[in-house]
């Protein structure tokens, strides 16, 4: 794997981690879920609720780069700027902006409407 000393050069290879669209929706779903609880833990006031946000956002991440994708999740190499990059790409998704970046990142497989 090359080394990426900048955000920048990171984002598209993250992308092309997640060529494939149901990679992406099991990461929307490990994202949406993480910050619900996350918000969970906020109002309930129970701090071993915090210790879910990451179980629930990176299982499902780690069984899509598993069974999908087929690849090394890019957690394991860069795990704050995977972080960053995966709400990234969460909030493209719901801003339906993603699909811009995949195809700047050359990723082909973008057939989720709204990634385009």
Do not use: C
């Not at 955000?7 to 949406?32: D, I, N, Q």
């Not at 915090?50 to 629930?56: G, K, Q, R, Y």
């Amino acid at each position: 794997m090359r080394e990426y000393s900048t955000f920048a050069e990171f984002w598209p290879f993250y992308l092309r981690e997640h060529a494939k669209p149901a990679t992406r929706a099991w990461h929307y779903v490990g994202s949406a879920l993480a910050l619900s609880v996350f918000i969970g833990a906020v109002f309930t006031r129970n701090a071993w609720w915090i210790l879910a946000v990451p179980l629930s956002g990176y299982f499902f991440a780690w069984v899509s780069h598993a069974f999908v994708e087929r690849n090394k999740p890019a957690t394991f190499t860069y795990p704050l700027w995977s972080l960053i990059a995966d709400y990234r790409m969460f909030f493209l998704f719901l801003a339906g902006r993603l699909g811009a970046h995949l195809v700047a990142a050359g990723v082909t497989d973008t057939k989720q409407s709204a990634d385009a």
